[in-house]
């Protein structure tokens, strides 16, 4: 089996830490993110976790790509990701991508009680990302990296976090995001059409934290232009 990844998929593995204990790919369809981390990086163990049966039976018959070492331990589980339970013993890796902010939001509720600060979450979710950097604030995630995709002219955010002892007020979320290192042309892109949405949805629903989002997003872009 020869594993291709889309762009926005090669891009999210490369935010992968290359080294831990056990990687969780929730939600995670057809299981290509998480069988890359076997193939590339160093982990003992790799769960493929969804919730619908027939996505768990198709990929665990499928076979698994050669250079996936022996000693890799991979778990296909059916189950609905926001009644996850981590094993405490190990240092955990758990992604959540392409599903939205407020789907991410429920699954982190039921998961953060069990993380630890050796723990790491990564996310990219396809809406409601402004909602979830503000879940994020309030429960004082460290944000360890991010970056910005874009993939058949859609624009995908990737967070790396840890949990923090952090105060709310020191914590390192933003928005925007910290996105210096794609290049300029794309930030400003993202700007733009972060802008737009800001002010269509502040249009029909006037809400001070959008009205507040939106001035940041100009207040960059200015800066950038």
């Known amino acids: 089996m ?78 609905d990701a926001r009644n996850l339970k981590l094993n405490d013993k190990y240092k955990n890796v758990i992604s959540i991508a392409g599903i939205g902010g407020e789907l991410s939001i429920k699954m982190i509720e039921n998961i953060i009680v069990h993380l630890k600060e050796t723990d790491t979450l990564v996310l990219s979710v396809h809406n409601n990302i402004h909602k979830l950097r503000e879940y994020l604030i309030d429960n004082n995630f460290e944000l360890i990296d991010e970056g910005l995709v874009e993939d058949n ?8 976090l840890k949990i923090s002892k952090l105060t709310k007020s020191n914590v390192t979320i933003t928005f925007p995001p910290k996105i210096d290192r794609s290049e ?20 029909f629903n006037p809400d001070t934290f959008y009205e507040d989002i939106l001035k940041s997003y100009s207040t960059s872009k200015s800066k950038l232009n």
């Open 2 to 79: 020869t594993i291709k990844l889309s762009k926005r998929l090669s891009f999210i593995l490369k935010f992968i830490p290359t080294s831990a204990d056990v990687f969780y790919d929730l939600c995670c369809d057809h299981g290509q993110l998480g069988l890359s981390v076997g193939q590339s990086y160093s982990y003992q163990e790799i769960n493929l976790v969804d919730q619908v049966q027939s996505i768990i039976d198709k990929i665990s018959k499928e076979q698994l790509p050669s250079d996936i070492p022996s000693k890799v331990q991979i778990n296909y589980i059916c189950q």
């Open 184 to 203: 300029l042309s794309e930030i400003l892109n993202y700007y733009n059409q972060q802008i737009i949405y800001l002010k269509t949805k502040i249009k």
């Open 153 to 160: 002219k859609k624009f995908y955010e990737v967070l790396v």
